[in-house]
């Protein structure tokens, strides 16, 4: 369920996350057994059947992928692993909603490290996910120099994502500033988490993005799962909704179910057609899981939260919109991917030491400061 909201709205109590019983695969509806009947239409918002399929197969894809990653660093292949399983019913609808491209005229993100889902959407091969966390040097992100889930696509208007928790919200400025100047239908999309929107930087979005006659055609996001590393949410935040923080500023509002594929896409529609329009920013937050914990320093061990992949997947076989062996076939086929996209990975080097030099400047100008 989400609700919109402007300045002057009243409060509304959120609905809580469910929580499913464990995070393995949920059986199959057996042949046998009575599927309860499903109305298409109510659940799925009217969106086609080929739609649905290919949001799941998205959503499939970005978890085999996540997951394999996470078997790539306990096997010892990679130093760190941080990502997004459990976002994948928020990340993907983003993902296929967002007009690709280079330059102003298409949209710019500035993302946080659990944006698989959105660039999976976007048509990133695995192979490129894979040599990020090995530091291969064939890394087209950053030549293997940086963490897992740290992306960087230059072609598709994606800004290296930063370690440093939420300077993005106060970098997403400059883009949707040059948007309002140059573009009357782009606009710029920045991601965080809740516990990070304690962050300075993310008030100072505020503030800029809704100066009077100033406002930029800004998507700000929050996908809220509750936890801050292992401090939770309650324990931290006055307000009801972290959303609730964008009315002192007049900015529209929106809460979500991020874990409602269907929910998401036409949630994010509405309000990304909305900021095209009227050039004004949007402050939108999105309920979550989080399945594996925050990191690799965490353990990376599946957690007992509602899993959207496996969900919807139930809700499409009970509708008949998919049927159990395309579902399998479909892990398999994603696993198979996954795992000769990491057989070549290995086959690959590591980052020779001078590369480090590389790409401090613009145009491949000299970086290092011993031959200025």
């Not at 009575?34 to 998205?58: E, T, W, Y």
């Amino acid at each position: 369920m989400a609700r919109t909201q402007t300045s002057s709205s009243k409060l509304k109590k959120k609905m809580p996350i469910k929580k499913a019983s464990s995070n393995k695969p949920k059986k199959l509806v057996a042949k046998n057994q009575k599927k309860k009947p499903i109305n298409k239409k109510s659940v799925f918002g009217g969106l086609a059947s080929d739609q649905l399929r290919h949001m799941h197969q998205l959503m499939v894809k970005s978890r085999v992928l996540e997951e394999r990653l996470i078997k790539i660093y306990k096997a010892g292949g990679a130093y760190f692993w941080i990502g997004a399983p459990g976002e994948e019913g928020f990340g993907v609808p983003l993902g296929l909603l967002v007009d690709k491209g280079n330059g102003p005229t298409h949209d710019y993100l500035h993302l946080h490290y659990r944006g698989t889902p959105t660039l999976v959407a976007m048509g990133m091969p695995m192979i490129d996910s894979i040599r990020l966390i090995m530091n291969r040097a064939t890394d087209r992100c950053t030549g293997g120099r940086n963490f897992s889930n740290h992306y960087c696509f230059p072609e598709w208007n994606v800004a290296p994502v930063s370690s440093p928790i939420e300077v993005q919200y106060i970098m997403a400025l400059g883009t949707a500033r040059v948007q309002k100047r140059r573009s009357k239908k782009s606009l710029t999309i920045v991601t965080g988490g809740d516990a990070g929107s304690a962050e300075g930087d993310f008030a100072s979005c505020l503030i800029w993005a809704s100066r009077p006659k100033e406002e930029l055609p800004l998507l700000i996001t929050v996908q809220n799962n509750r936890w801050g590393i292992s401090t939770n949410y309650g324990s931290q935040h006055g307000e009801e909704s972290v959303a609730d923080r964008g009315k002192a500023f007049g900015i529209r509002t929106c809460v979500i179910n991020g874990n409602d594929p269907v929910e998401s896409y036409i949630k994010l529609g509405e309000e990304m057609d909305y900021i095209r329009k009227n050039r004004r920013p949007v402050l939108l937050e999105a309920h979550v899981s989080r399945l594996y914990g925050h990191s690799s320093a965490s353990g990376a061990n599946p957690v007992d939260e509602l899993d959207p992949v496996r969900e919807f997947e139930q809700k499409l076989l009970r509708a008949g919109v998919l049927k159990s062996n395309q579902v399998q076939e479909l892990w398999k086929e994603f696993d198979e991917e996954a795992r000769a996209a990491h057989e070549l990975a290995k086959s690959e080097a590591a980052p020779e030491a001078e590369s480090i030099w590389d790409h401090f400047y613009v145009n491949g100008e000299n970086g290092d400061w011993r031959k200025f």
